[in-house]
């Protein structure tokens, strides 16, 4: 009955509208009591928030208490904030400010770890040079891959267009490669003018301060600003409004509406009304894609500090690069495809090598554990905990050292699918036929104050199990693969398709991999 109710209510109406205009809804008001009830209670609820959350980010500043201000609230996690939204606490002249976490800072701290215990070296990451020739060098040559904004496909042609030599030619590249500028033309507007293939022209002289170091071209929200600054007269807090105005839809309608001050200030400036309205023309387009120059320098400060380490320490670069990313399959797929292409060996994940991360073996990269389905940190901690008494030298061994609870059947599993077992000397169809035996073994043979003990079993029982074990022959490679691609997301050891790379090798053009690096329109 409530839903034929509700649904009696059209939809934008309020309910108190549809009783006295709608007669079925009517006639069910005043005659029946407790739907009436209902209706009474549904109205009054009408219009109230239908539930309150809070920004992922955002952080209010006030000169003193914030309760001085504005109103407070405690959240369902006990944490204070505002009961005003955002556009409320901007009128009542407070700052909000986002502050954002970027997993990238993650991984220049790993890095800056691996770094300090691999070459004993301390990097000072905020105080890098800013002229290293490695790092440019790398980003002209389009090797961005892991670089900060820098490793689409999009963004390494760019760089390698730009061929940036400085921090100062960095900079403007993140703010050109945005939809606005790649939709007016200015990027290549501003490629040909930096490589002297285009003349370097500015709207008026008097714009050559503010646009040479973008070949006036205009890019920057803080370039408008001087502009309406030096050619208008405006003052900063005025040319503000028009950095606010520039990030939001009504940017262009905004700036029409400063038309006439505009060009009333150019006149006392000493610019004719013809060369103001001129200048006020090429500018005002600019409000639908201004970007903001602090925004992006600071963006481009850790695209530099990321591009340095990846040209300097590549190895520990990568080993970072794909810590970070092992809970992304896709992404762990690729990154491992950039370390092969530079020359590093991926080595297969081991129990009695590998660590809960990818790491450093002998100049290769050793795959980490818990990028394996179903092998959770815990899980690792205990695998690594139970091998400094020595190498697992069975699957017995193995099952009776470490803790049943954390590392479980699925777990155990996993690994073996993932070859991390291989190490143990016996084929995979052989642990897992006999891995329920072997988790028998350690639960009756170990308990919980003696998980770290080399092996519980009489030397006699283990060669006994052993040799069982050894008994099994390995899977067919195709059903070997096909597990591997379960627990890791992609084959390892081999591909399907190996089988007929001779026969394909005439025939194929690029890799899946490249295609993203192929203009569109190209045959493949």
């Known amino acids: 009955m409530v839903d034929r109710v509700a649904k009696m209510v059209p939809s934008g109406m309020s309910i108190r509208r549809a009783v006295k205009e709608s007669a079925d809804l009517g006639e069910i008001y005043s005659g029946d009591d407790e739907l009436r009830n209902l209706l009474d209670v549904a109205s009054s609820l009408e219009g109230l928030p239908r539930h309150i959350s809070k920004h992922a980010a955002g952080v209010v500043i006030a000169p003193g208490k914030l309760s001085d201000y504005v109103p407070l609230m405690v959240d369902s996690k006990g944490e204070v904030a505002t009961q005003y939204p ?36 301390e990097i000072d990451i905020s105080n890098l040079p800013v002229d290293d020739e490695k790092t440019y060098e790398m980003l002209s040559m389009g090797e961005s891959d892991g670089v900060f904004q820098l490793e689409s496909q999009g963004m390494k042609d760019l760089l390698k267009r730009v061929v940036p030599r400085s921090f100062k030619e960095l900079v403007p590249i993140i703010g050109l490669y945005r939809p606005g500028p790649m939709g007016a033309g200015m990027i290549d507007d501003y490629i040909d003018r930096k490589h002297g293939r285009k003349k370097v022209e500015y709207l008026n002289p008097v714009l050559e301060e503010i646009l040479s170091e973008t070949y006036g071209v205009i890019l920057y929200q803080e370039q408008v600003m001087h502009i309406a ?30 038309k006439e001050d505009f060009e009333k200030g150019a006149k006392a400036q000493g610019i004719d009304k013809r060369d103001a309205e001129y200048i006020f023309e090429k500018v005002t387009p ?62 297969q994940p081991d129990v009695n090598s590998s660590f809960a991360h990818f790491s450093i073996e002998n100049g290769a990269i050793r795959y980490g554990l818990t990028a394996i389905l179903n092998v959770g940190y815990s899980a690792v901690e205990s695998i690594v905990s139970a091998r400094e008494d020595g190498d697992f030298k069975g699957l017995t061994d193995f099952c009776c050292r470490v803790d049943l609870r954390l590392v479980n059947r699925k777990c155990i599993e996993s690994l073996i699918k993932a070859g991390a077992m291989d190490c143990l000397g016996y084929t995979r169809s052989a642990l897992l036929d006999a891995l329920d035996t072997a988790i028998e073994y350690g639960h009756r043979r170990s308990s919980e104050s003696k998980v770290a003990v080399a092996s519980l079993l009489p030397e006699e029982d283990m060669e006994r199990f052993n040799d069982v074990v050894r008994e099994k022959e390995e899977f067919e490679q195709g059903e070997m693969l ?28 690029c890799q899946l991999g490249e295609i993203e690096s192929i203009p569109a329109g190209s045959n493949v």
């Open 86 to 121: 955002k556009e409320v606490l901007e009128e009542c002249g407070l700052l909000k400010m986002d502050i954002l976490g970027l997993t990238t800072l993650s991984l220049i701290r790993l890095c800056l770890n691996m770094i300090r215990e691999s070459h004993n070296v």
């Open 482 to 509: 096909r597990y591997e691609k379960e627990v890791l997301g992609f084959y390892f050891s081999g591909h399907p398709m190996a089988q007929y790379k001779e026969r394909l090798r005439g025939i194929i053009t």
């Open 229 to 258: 600054s030096k050619v208008a007269g405006f003052s900063m807090a005025e040319a503000d409004l028009i950095r606010r105005a520039m990030s939001k839809k009504s940017g262009p309608e905004f700036m029409e509406s400063l």
């Open 286 to 347: 600019f409000a639908a894609y201004g970007f903001n120059k602090s925004h992006t320098t600071a963006y481009a400060v850790i695209a530099y500090q990321t591009a340095y380490l990846k040209a300097n320490y590549p190895l520990e670069f990568m080993v970072s690069l794909l810590t970070i990313k092992s809970g992304d399959t896709d992404k762990v797929i690729y990154y491992i495809n950039v370390a092969k292409r530079m020359g590093y060996e991926i080595l």
